[in-house]
């Protein structure tokens, strides 16, 4: 099945000249510049001043417990590939089983617990990840983070097994000390609204001076298509004391949690919905809707107004508390009915679809978009909507921001794009500066050093094509890394 | 609101280093020509060989009574913001009223009246622009046109607009003395079928030897969703003299305009729809569209339908005629509400769609795509057109040709983009150089300029690659200037 | 009406300096490497190590009554431009007819016979090709496979015509020989069921040792829409014995049919469809269905289920024979009726549509999307499908391998855009190397060799950017070229 490793290790005719490395691809420090020289000595200067700007990490999908019992990290097979997505789904789609990974399966069959064992599959097929930003991230995260010097391959694999699993030991790779080291300003996880927020409230009242807060995400007790949507209603009224029965009292309800949500530091939410379709019903209408999706339930259109209602009422709110939305649409969650059967959510089968803002918007913009109060972050994980879509909608409606590369674009080439198809029509000014979106934690660093790199890059290019004066390229640059980003998010 | 000009003018820990520009962005002789050495090099013989060409604007939306009367410019903040969306919308987009910055209310409400105020406006906010088009459209009015020498900036707004204002009093910064300096060799407006064209009979009449020619714009009397639609039929009645009560009668007079029309020099008709939808119904089902439409008015698929006959009428009528045809579809049309509620039309809330060509177009192309004496040229506000679509379409059909990138994609980025994905399939034969369409007179040189310095960037790769000659580089480079652009409409 | 043509040779005031060229266009060792010199070094040296490698042609459309007769080709005209879409379309878009370049009419109305004066046209119109790749491959061809010396243009062409018809008469420029020197390890035709494979049969009689396989193309039994289905059944049923007016004997003849290719070396089969959509119905559904395709034929919807349907019962075959099915949707077939109805099937007026592959592939993939047995190679004529749903789809299924870039997008290009939208989310290793499709057998060198300087150059920017060692950029580069070929194709 996996011949071509097999085929690696046999002679074969085409055998490959070594050459002497030109530079150690390695964490080159000008890694992700461009090769003129000229454009790549741009860039290096404008690195230069945003590389130690302190990172703020407005959202992300982090565990707060790390920070809360600031426990250590067990083993490097727990740390980097169990918990993520991006690098099992790509060992997965060359044939080898989420078993054998050690991803556990909601049956309770039995899967690899030999860690050691299942690190060495990441090596050897670690070179499925050439040309991906998830290599980027794992070797800054290895040489750079925990500072191994033994390039990941499938000799070092069981050394630098150890070597992992020795630092994670020792009290300066504890989750604080990284959080520190990290030079990390703020970081947000996402909690849903049933959440009573333990682990930030042993945070704040811990005396450590890291500031991790939470933002608001409602899907499970917005979107009635969510996995026990009922039962979750009925847990919001208990929470609140209110009677999550009727339209007003469910709103009220919602309103109540955001106040908490605000109150323990949140400055946002985030909504992710299948589509960004968005409504704007008679409350008749809602109180109709949102009965029948308690009683019965609702798919298919039903379902798709009810939380395009939501985002609009969401909108609504926001106006009142302050709190910037964040919307993140169009992906196709659990596409591979099979694995969502046997192993849950988040299995590397979230595929991105079609999505459409400019109808989709229009409900919520025609009753809001113009309150010069009012922000909402756009996401997308369909590129064909940044120049036709977003880009003109965020250059004109003062409620909206565009926000980075999301997802599968989060990556070299995809935030080039973003920049070259979005800059001309919305400027910088109406993008929102960078965030991980990560549950990652040793990976937020690169994520964020990638994006400094790139944005650098692409401000060089402008400098040297006289399309901006290296002055101006200086001041966006740091607006881009670290200024815009606490605007946006309020922070 | 509008804290970043604030958090600008604060200390702050992350303090920009200036450094010497390694060359002034503004104006810089080689602005938008690529880094690399080589590259440039051939960019640069090329560009010489097509910046001295004579300017030929086909398409655009200057005001023709500019040319008839010759009167002299207002002040800079006329001249420049208040008639231009691409400006105002940006600062809009950061929540600055549209009152603010002197845009007259449909209600007469007040407005900011004080010219010298707004135009500092623009200037503490002309950071936006960065990495815009308009940014370098304005600078090289500015300093290229105008001859203003201090760069623009907040400190300087005030001197820049006593300095433009003096300028714009002068003889030789009158409209008729501008068209020539710019070496325009011909300028089309676009008009209304209901529009008499006394501007241009005015010109025509003058003595004065610049060529303004019109172009015909039907939409007011072809789409049954236009404001007046049946107000707009009636006019077109007793200007022609014909029975605009029956479909015969409405087809007789469309006929007569365009023959008026291109009695006073137009060579092409213009087409501004929601999409690209293209019908061909018998005549009596055109009938009974047409008398519905008269009676009760058309709306959803029933006026598509209309709009889309009407493009394969217009078809038919080109091919007696001989009027070039150009289809501009995809534009939803005053997005916000609001504010066509309160500003009416071009407010810059005009957003792109997905456009589909294929089916669309297949109805018209069924009747007539093979007509050798036939022209139409494609635009689109879709770039996910270009490759998949429109250069496969214009890669094969007769008739079929296509428009330079259009409005956003009138822009550095958005001309490479087209040439990238389109040349391979289309070639630069089917393409029809470039136009402006603007209504921002002295924004056209620069237009034709940035069109210039990127068509001849993108044949400098091929040369630089291997893939043309520079020989066949150089004469490619005088066609996408100045010969195709004459041959597509016929001038 | 090709007034261009004639502008050309008319005197005209902007008469176009002659310059020495840098270099000779004409197949420079290095074209279509990067200008940059140091991306060309690393390009170059990585580009050393592929270019000789076999060619491995595991999809394509010649005839394998070449290689079975082994006769000369007749001359130039035939040879190059009457079988090729990819060279008439373009003159055809400039209105040039069919007919004058010799294309035969269905009703045998007169056209150009003489082939000298058709070669001339293509000569007089050759500037149509700047940019494209059927220029870079036509060149190839005449000058590195037939050895011209002259560059082609219309003062030469005669001498050329002269000169290709000669070599055309040598022995060593009869198919096989080209065979031979073209180190072409296997070539695969592509069939329908129905054939009888007498070429291949002849073949592999021979004593020749040149591999040339078929590909099961089951499109005239499978898909209800096209021309002759029913007629195609009872033909099928004949062939195999089977009772083809039964699902169930449709099935087996089908199986048998496979089972026959198999034993004439095809590794694969290829489904051209409209669309993407496959299906999952009960075995009553289906046999339904396929009865009121065979009795009143199908249309629309339900046309387009039982294609769907035919794929998943395809995947099904093909896990049991091992057979790797390739899917090549969405292209508007025919779209030019009136072309259709005068020449025929493939006369350049194939144009590419919008394609979903999400919702499309998921009854096929939730029935056999983790079976890793089974190998599904998609493609598509839609580039926004890359990074949005081909990546993530093949970066998550096992079953799922990424076609290289097709039809108009075999060019540079549109390589360079398929290897920078897909490999940061797919990888290399979830792709198949290339493939060219074609059916002029003289360009088969030329499209390889496109594709391996094309790759080269990519691999040579990540090593320029250190996101790649060149020790594995290398081996990157072999795999690219031959290796991940020969496992996709299980050759």
């Given at each position: 099945?996996?011949?071509?490793?097999?085929?690696?290790?046999?002679?074969?005719?085409?055998?490959?000249?070594r050459m002497e490395p030109i530079t150690d691809s390695k964490l080159n420090p000008e890694r992700l510049f461009p090769a003129d020289p000229k454009l790549r000595g741009v860039t290096r200067e404008l690195y230069q001043e945003v590389k130690d700007l302190p990172l703020i990490s407005p959202h992300g999908h982090t565990d707060p417990q790390w920070f809360a019992s600031n426990q250590n990290f067990t083993n490097a097979t727990e740390l980097f590939l169990i918990p993520d997505h991006y690098l099992f789904r790509m060992l997965f789609s060359q044939?080898?089983?989420?078993?054998?990974?050690?991803?556990?399966?909601?049956?309770?069959?039995?899967?690899?617990?030999?860690?050691?064992?299942?690190?060495?599959?990441?090596?050897?097929?670690?070179?499925?990840?050439?040309?991906?930003?998830?290599?980027?991230?794992?070797?800054?995260?290895?040489?750079?983070?925990?500072?191994?010097?033994?390039?990941?391959n499938p000799e070092n694999a069981d050394v630098i097994y150890d070597e992992i699993n020795e630092k994670l030991s020792q009290e300066s790779f504890r989750p604080r000390a990284l959080f520190d080291r990290f030079n990390l300003e703020v970081l947000a996880t996402t909690e849903s609204p049933l959440d009573e927020l333990v682990h930030h409230r042993s945070i704040a009242d811990s005396g450590w001076n890291g500031r991790v807060i939470t933002a608001f995400r409602p899907d499970p007790v917005v979107d009635?298509?969510?996995?026990?949507?009922?039962?979750?209603?009925?847990?919001?009224?208990?929470?609140?004391?209110?009677?999550?029965t009727s339209w007003t009292g469910y709103l009220n309800?919602?309103?109540?949690?955001?106040?908490?949500?605000?109150?323990?530091?949140?400055?946002?939410?985030?909504?992710?919905?299948?589509?960004?379709?968005?409504?704007?019903?008679?409350?008749?209408?809602?109180?109709?809707?949102?009965?029948?999706?308690?009683?019965?339930?609702?798919?298919?259109?039903?379902?798709?107004?009810?939380?395009?209602?939501?985002?609009?009422?969401?909108?609504?709110?926001?106006?009142?508390?302050?709190?910037?939305?964040?919307?993140?649409?169009?992906?196709?969650?659990?596409?591979?009915?099979?694995?969502?059967?046997?192993?849950?959510?988040?299995?590397?089968?979230?595929?991105?679809?079609?999505?459409?803002?400019?109808?989709?918007?229009?409900?919520?913009?025609?009753?809001?978009?113009?309150?010069?109060?009012?922000?909402v972050i756009l996401f997308t994980l369909d590129e064909t909507s940044y120049s036709r879509e977003?880009?003109?909608?965020?250059?004109?409606?003062?409620?909206?921001?565009?926000?980075?590369?999301?997802?599968?674009?989060?990556?070299?080439?995809?935030?080039?794009?973003?920049?070259?198809?979005?800059?001309?029509?919305?400027?910088?000014?109406?993008?929102?500066?960078?965030?991980?979106?990560?549950?990652?934690?040793?990976?937020i660093p690169a994520r964020h050093d990638m994006a400094r790199r790139i944005d650098c890059r692409f401000l060089a290019e402008l400098v040297c094509e006289h399309r901006l004066s290296e002055e101006e390229a200086h001041e966006t640059a740091i607006d881009l890394a670290y200024r815009l980003v606490k605007k946006a998010y309020r922070l």
């Open positions: 099945m996996n011949t071509l490793t097999i085929l690696r290790n046999k002679t074969n005719p085409y055998d490959i000249k044939g080898i089983s989420l078993e054998s990974l050690g991803i556990s399966r909601l049956d309770g069959a039995p899967i690899e617990k030999d860690h050691r064992k299942i690190w060495q599959t990441l090596a050897d097929h670690f070179y499925l990840f050439r040309g991906t930003p998830s290599r980027i991230w794992f070797e800054h995260a290895l040489h750079e983070v925990l500072g191994i010097e033994l390039p990941f009635p298509e969510f996995e026990g949507f009922s039962e979750n209603i009925t847990l919001l009224g208990q929470l609140t004391g209110e009677d999550t309800a919602l309103m109540q949690r955001r106040a908490f949500f605000k109150s323990m530091g949140a400055t946002s939410t985030d909504h992710g919905h299948p589509s960004a379709v968005t409504a704007n019903l008679e409350p008749g209408e809602c109180e109709t809707l949102y009965l029948e999706a308690l009683k019965k339930g609702l798919s298919g259109k039903k379902a798709e107004m009810f939380r395009g209602q939501m985002l609009t009422e969401m909108a609504r709110m926001s106006l009142e508390d302050g709190l910037v939305m964040q919307i993140h649409p169009g992906s196709f969650r659990n596409h591979n009915q099979t694995l969502f059967q046997r192993f849950g959510r988040d299995m590397g089968a979230d595929i991105p679809t079609q999505t459409d803002y400019v109808h989709a918007l229009q409900p919520l913009l025609n009753r809001f978009g113009n309150e010069p109060e009012l922000s977003l880009a003109p909608l965020a250059g004109h409606y003062p409620i909206l921001k565009l926000g980075p590369p999301w997802w599968f674009f989060d990556s070299p080439e995809g935030m080039l794009r973003f920049r070259r198809e979005t800059t001309e029509t919305a400027g910088f000014y109406n993008t929102v500066g960078f965030n991980d979106d990560t549950r990652a934690f040793l990976s």
